[in-house]
């Protein structure tokens, strides 16, 4: 049953401040860069192009394609951990138990650091020359046999390293590569707090007398954390896993801050591209534009399939 | 679903104000405007804290000394921020009178057509400089100002410049029994190996594109054919700079430094290693190391090695600053403090509070120069070395190319063969500076259309059907 | 009792790690510009260098782009609150036509990368006239797709029965909205207005285009001014870094009370 137009009015009030402000800086925003995908642009518009950025996007840059795969894996490797450690530690988090305010100030306490101090901290985690905290750790872990590792900086693959190590040769698995392992683990290391404060905005919203009633029932531990946490808390993980699915796809200064000392593009994901596009190279802005879209539409194209397998699941009250 | 009673008067009221409020936002349009009676210029920069404080005064000495023109210095950040803010100014047609920027976005502007040449101002017999004045200023810094795309234009002037020089532990290398700058890269990595023998590290090396130019033309080569078209990363002299790098790093004497840090500095100042290859700049910051850490290391610089029977070469570093079309007056005016900043006096003002080098050769046999030369011999390396430098070519795309070599000297540390590397920096170059012509009678065309159409259809579907999420 | 003290292992060896950024950030603002250079690093200085922070206020204007900063996060998460409250409401309990295709069509804007936004963004500022004022520095950023989505979430999850008993009680969806549902939203209110803060706060590149003078710029441009060319003065970056955020800290203390307290009392009985 549709709702009358008039009966509409109601709602197309309550939304007109966002809409009126989202629709002017973002919807406008997309289809300009839209336009200018089309044509060869410069800092201004210099000739139509038609199909040609897309053409040569899809068919005739392997650095596109490269930046594709380094996104993917990128997405895989960050939105899952950091969905379950945050899980995890929201409960943790979310029982009485004492200082809980300090460890929740704590937990939070990377996302509001200013990423030059967070990349300062994690550049000396993963400082070459076995003088950085990893490396530490390995030499700690494996003696004195433990191998000079450039982290960061290191754009071999990490399955082939380890093979390496092992003494299997593996240097066709060139993907992802060390470099990108150590972005995403830096990225997971900053995140955490954004999940954990959701999870927990969630958590305290579920009716108490919800979780009494299961404690009543007896389910303790893992059993609660399943079957009565999650689903109560479904919807707010599934906002959570499109919300941080996307920002995965349009991840720039994690890129940014640990990435950019390695040149080769093992560890250059899709929005680090445009970025180049846009500021360091030269008449490529429309091209750039072009990769956009191709992004945007990926990035839309995933919350269809999301929202497609995991949205019925959710569960609300 | 919830249906809710009548619209009441709580909600008419916030109704009300919303309509109120757009009304409002479309009406807001005040376009600033502060026009006083004397021109002003504005300058876009990138020069912070002592930098800026230099600059600063000698703006200061041009406003107090004309009545007429007010030059405004605008820091705005490094120099990806300058770029940033630029762009849309450029789009919008709201640039200053003046911006910093290097060859590689001068280009940029030079393709939106908003850049005003220096050659109507550097050559007119009115304002121009006389012919000694312009034979006074430095010919490199000159030549990389113009712009062989752009009709051999001078699009740019002179503003920060530095060269490529080596720096040196000189206490260390007498210890591995060395009392001189190596000349050539085989003494170079010989001394490195002498190093080497007293477990220090030989040469703390930061990937920079600039470097591998300068290595290359140190080998008496060239990186760009002479008509622009051709890199020429396949030649032998290119491959003998990256195969230097290969020797140095697959025997240990050489070490890569994180990126985005100067580590170098420290490991050459505490005598952790003998050498670093940096701009001519970094002379200052290594003194101050020395007197903060309260150590005494003897210290030098030096013309970068060169290959065996080649000649001394080096190459030029530094931003230039660049001019855009606003008005006559405006543009005239800019022009006036440019001259002005490039004053014999001022250059040398410039130059002895920043390290950077002086554009003009009269300025160097200035007093305040000459004693400033005199107090420390590292200060007049830089001069010394100036005629061995070259420019980098400022052809459209040279930005990538960049890219491509420091990603090619990344992987040589990496322990990939030269060869193979420099194959691949010819390729990509190549790609780069002969970029194909993308027809839309390209092959990919139709596949790229019905791609394109059927994302944008199932993206459409999905808007107009699910409105982005289930319902529960 | 084993299973507290477990927990609290590992949410100890968990805060540590956490906690790192922060320590070395003070550690580091507290050093001399030559520690900052070491190799193997120092974690701690030799003797703490208080006089950084001074040095380092010095460099720029920082009281007035603390002004700037205050006022821009401030209207922003006032923006950001009222309108994703009431889109948000709107979403998830009214019913009106196009309702899916306006959400996804907002949602699609959150998947556009920053860069393309940038300057077409500023080009309607400019035309506007906006051009170095607060509006600039605000409007734009007052309504977030993200707390639209996130408070939609809630007011789906609220139980329906609150809506049916206040509505027999003579309330209408306005003041069902502003006087139940909302003070029974404070966990997810108070997470929307901290992301909304963070999010003005910590942004550097809009404010640094929309912006021309001294007096409209905001903190973080401020910091860049240690990022030099050849040499980054990180001991004053990292004290400048530290009482940028320490605002945000204070802040983030405040609200965690209403985050612990959660939903006390829903406002049914009133």
Not at chain 1, 304 to 314: A, E, F, S, W, Y
């Amino acid at each position: 049953m549709k709702p009358s137009l008039l009966a509409s009015l109601r709602g197309y009030g309550y939304i007109a401040p966002a809409v009126l402000v989202l629709g002017v800086f973002g919807v406008f925003p997309l289809f300009y860069g839209f336009y200018v995908s089309w044509f060869d642009w410069g800092l201004t518009v210099e000739r139509f192009v038609g199909f040609a950025n897309y053409s040569r996007a899809l068919f005739d840059d392997a650095d596109f394609w490269r930046a594709l795969r380094v996104t993917v894996y990128y997405a895989i490797g960050t939105v899952p951990v950091t969905m379950a450690i945050a899980f995890v530690i929201a409960n943790l988090l979310f029982q009485r138990i004492r200082g809980r305010s300090w460890y929740r100030m704590i937990y939070f306490l990377p996302y509001i650091t200013s990423t030059v101090a967070a990349a300062a901290v994690w550049r000396w985690v993963f400082y070459p020359h076995r003088q950085g905290l990893a490396s530490s750790l390995l030499a700690w872990l494996m003696g004195g046999g433990a191998p000079d590792v450039q982290w960061v900086q290191d754009s071999r693959g990490v399955i082939a390293l380890l093979g390496e190590w092992m003494g299997m040769d593996l240097s066709a698995w060139a993907e992802p590569s060390l470099a990108l392992v150590c972005v995403m683990v830096f990225s997971i290391w900053h995140s955490l707090g954004f999940h954990i404060v959701i999870m927990l905005a969630g958590l305290t919203a579920i009716p108490k007398e919800l979780l009494e009633a299961a404690s009543i029932d007896g389910a303790t531990g893992f059993k609660r954390a399943r079957y009565v946490t999650l689903p109560l808390l479904s919807p707010t993980l599934f906002f959570l896993l499109l919300i941080s699915t996307i920002r995965a796809f349009r991840t720039f200064n994690e890129v940014y801050v640990m990435a950019s000392g390695e040149t080769t593009g093992s560890a250059r994901t899709l929005t680090m591209y445009i970025f180049q596009c846009f500021y360091e190279s030269e008449g490529k802005v429309g091209y750039g534009c072009a990769v956009a879209c191709l992004l945007f539409l990926m990035i839309l194209l995933l919350t269809l399939v999301q929202t497609r397998l995991i949205g019925r699941r959710v569960h609300y009250s | 679903m919830m249906t809710g009673p009548r619209i009441n008067a709580d909600e008419r009221r916030y109704f009300r104000s919303v309509c109120a409020l757009i009304l409002l936002w479309m009406l807001i349009a005040a376009p600033s405007s502060g026009a006083g009676e004397r021109i002003e210029v504005a300058i876009w920069h990138s020069q912070s804290m002592e930098k800026r404080d230099a600059f600063r005064e000698i703006v200061d000495a041009f406003n107090d000394s004309r009545g007429d023109i007010f030059v405004k210095e605008i820091y705005i950040g490094p120099y990806t921020q300058l770029y940033q803010k630029l762009a849309p100014a450029i789009r919008a047609g709201r640039t200053p009178a003046l911006a910093v920027a290097y060859e590689s976005m001068v280009s940029s502007f030079a393709r939106a057509g908003v850049v005003a040449a220096f050659d109507d101002y550097l050559y007119d017999p009115r304002i121009g400089l006389s012919k000694e004045s312009r034979e006074d200023i430095f010919s490199v810094f000159l030549e990389t100002n113009r712009y062989p795309r752009f009709g051999n234009r001078m699009l740019s002037f002179p503003f920060t410049k530095s060269i490529l020089m080596m720096y040196y532990n000189l206490d260390l290398l007498r210890a591995a029994g060395h009392d001189r700058a190596p000349e050539t890269w085989d003494e170079f990595t010989e001394m490195c190996r002498d190093v080497k023998k007293l477990g220090r590290e030989g040469y703390a090396l930061s990937v920079d594109p600039s470097t591998v130019d300068g290595m290359v033309f140190s080998f008496g080569g060239e990186v760009i054919s002479a008509d622009h078209k051709r890199p020429l990363f396949d030649q032998p002299e290119a491959l003998a700079a990256l195969k230097t790098i290969e020797t140095l790093i697959g025997e240990g004497l050489a070490y890569r430094i994180p990126h985005g840090t100067y580590h170098d500095r420290e490991a050459v100042v505490a005598g952790r290693a003998a050498f670093l290859i940096r701009s001519s700049t970094t002379g200052p910051y290594l003194a101050r190391n020395i007197r903060k850490l309260g150590l005494k290391t003897d210290w030098d610089m030096a013309v970068i090695p060169h290959g065996r029977g080649c000649k001394r070469s080096t190459v030029l570093f530094g931003a230039n600053i660049c001019m855009f079309k606003t008005s006559p007056e405006v543009q005239r005016a800019a022009w006036e403090f440019v001259k002005f900043f490039i004053s014999p006096e001022a250059t040398a003002k410039w130059s002895m509070a920043t390290g950077y080098l002086p554009v003009r050769k009269s300025a160097t046999k200035l007093p305040q120069m000459q004693a400033f030369y005199a107090k420390a011999r590292q200060n007049r390396r830089a001069l010394e070395a100036l005629q061995y430098a070259r420019r980098e070519p400022n052809v459209s795309g040279w930005q990538d190319v960049r890219r491509a070599l420091a990603s090619a000297e990344a992987a040589v540390c990496q322990g990939e063969p030269a060869e193979k590397v420099a194959r691949k920096l010819q390729r990509e170059a190549e790609a780069i500076l002969n970029p194909p012509e993308h027809k839309p009678t390209d092959a990919g065309f139709l596949a790229g259309l019905a791609i394109i159409a059927a994302m944008f259809v199932g993206g459409g579907y999905w808007l107009a059907r699910r409105g982005g999420t289930a319902e529960a | 009792m084993a299973r507290r003290i477990g927990t609290h292992i590992l949410l100890i060896l968990g805060a540590v790690v956490m906690v790192s950024a922060f320590a070395w950030m003070l550690s580091t603002s507290l050093m001399t510009d030559a520690e900052t250079q070491k190799v193997p690093i120092a974690l701690v200085p030799e003797s703490p260098q208080w006089g950084n922070f001074a040095e380092a206020y010095d460099q720029a204007p920082f009281e007035r782009y603390f002004i700037n900063s205050m006022i821009t996060s401030v209207a922003v998460t006032a923006g950001v609150l009222f309108s994703s409250i009431l889109a948000g409401y709107a979403f998830a309990c009214l019913e009106f036509r196009g309702r899916r295709l306006i959400f996804g069509a907002l949602l699609a804007t959150m998947m556009i990368p920053f860069e393309v936004t940038v300057i077409p963004n500023s080009l309607i500022v400019m035309r506007l006239g906006w051009y170095d004022t607060y509006l600039a520095l605000i409007v734009p950023w007052t309504a977030s797709v993200f707390s639209i989505f996130l408070l939609r979430q809630f007011f789906k999850s609220l139980p329906r029965d609150y809506f049916e008993a206040a509505q027999i009680d003579g309330c209408g969806h306005w003041r069902y909205l502003w006087q139940v549902a909302v003070p029974m939203m404070w966990p997810a209110l108070v997470t929307v207005g901290l992301f909304a803060f963070l999010g003005s706060w910590n942004s550097l590149l809009w404010p640094l285009i929309v912006t021309d003078s001294e007096m409209m710029r905001t903190l973080q441009f401020g910091l860049t001014v240690f990022l030099q060319e050849e040499h980054t003065e990180v001991h004053l970056l990292m004290a400048a870094s530290a009482f940028t955020m320490a605002p945000v800290v204070v802040l983030y203390l405040i609200l965690q009370r209403r985050f612990i307290e959660g939903v006390t009392g829903a406002g049914l009985k009133q």
